[in-house]
């Protein structure tokens, strides 16, 4: 079982809200990332960290914003919700300078923005 | 009308056959290889890797074997339970770096 935990797992919400997804692993791996899912469609990658203070843009165009102050903590924020941003968000780590190459995945939030 | 990805390859089998899931990749420097298995509404959950050094790794009722020269790779699952329904992918990777590409994903039903 991975040590990784993302809240809330649903989230129904207006257009136009601000919202931040939490993502946390406990196994103090420097690499984390985010993907879009939809349902039977492939993992996007929205956002990627090295580690504290450093974050990437994915392959995928994303309207969101990530931070790492810390390395146990990447939360995703979406400073106004949009219909086009319901999917499920899936947060991951991996550790590859310690051999860790698997990437890890939380169980997900599901969000539908009305 | 319906998504284009909810029509995911599927493979049908009778609980306590064995399964066999495919999986073409793309890039030929990719050195790791990932299986995942997700179930409905949850995350993708690892079964079982390969480093691009070995042809064949087994598991717990699982065997992953790689065919680097047609750039295959394969899942078989041992005496198919009804637990095992899911969608199954993989992924590859270079070297450690960001940039995991991930499968299309088959989803696997088991009959009893």
């Known amino acids: 079982e991975a040590d990784i935990y993302q809240t809330p797992r649903y989230l129904v919400i207006g257009t136009g809200k601000k919202i931040t997804l939490e993502c946390s692993q406990t196994m103090g791996h420097d690499k984390m990332y985010w993907y879009q899912q939809d349902p039977g469609m492939e993992l996007h990658l929205i956002h990627y960290?090295?580690?504290?203070?450093?974050?990437e843009k994915g392959d995928l165009s994303s309207e969101s914003t990530v931070s790492r102050i810390r390395t146990e903590h990447f939360p995703l924020t979406l400073e106004s919700a949009r219909p086009s941003h319901t999917s499920q968000y899936l947060c991951?780590?991996?550790?590859?300078?310690?051999?860790?190459?698997?990437?890890?995945f939380g169980p997900g939030t599901r969000l539908t923005v009305t | 009308g319906e998504s284009v990805g909810l029509h995911l390859p599927t493979l049908s089998v009778q609980e306590g056959d064995n399964s066999i899931i495919n999986c073409a990749y793309s890039n030929s420097a990719s050195d790791y290889f990932i299986w995942y298995k997700q179930e409905s509404g949850k995350g993708p959950q690892f079964i079982i890797d390969?480093?691009?050094?070995?042809d064949k790794r087994q598991g717990q009722r699982v065997t992953v074997l790689l065919n680097k020269t047609v750039k295959h790779l394969s899942l078989q699952i041992a005496a198919t339970q009804p637990g095992d329904s899911a969608v199954y992918f993989c992924a590859e990777n270079n070297g450690g770096t960001y940039k995991y590409i991930f499968g299309t994903g088959t989803r696997l039903k088991v009959l009893a």
């Open positions: 991951a780590s991996s550790d590859p300078l310690a051999g860790v190459y698997e990437q890890y």
């Open positions: 390969i480093r691009s050094n070995m």
């Open positions: 960290s090295y580690g504290v203070n450093s974050t």
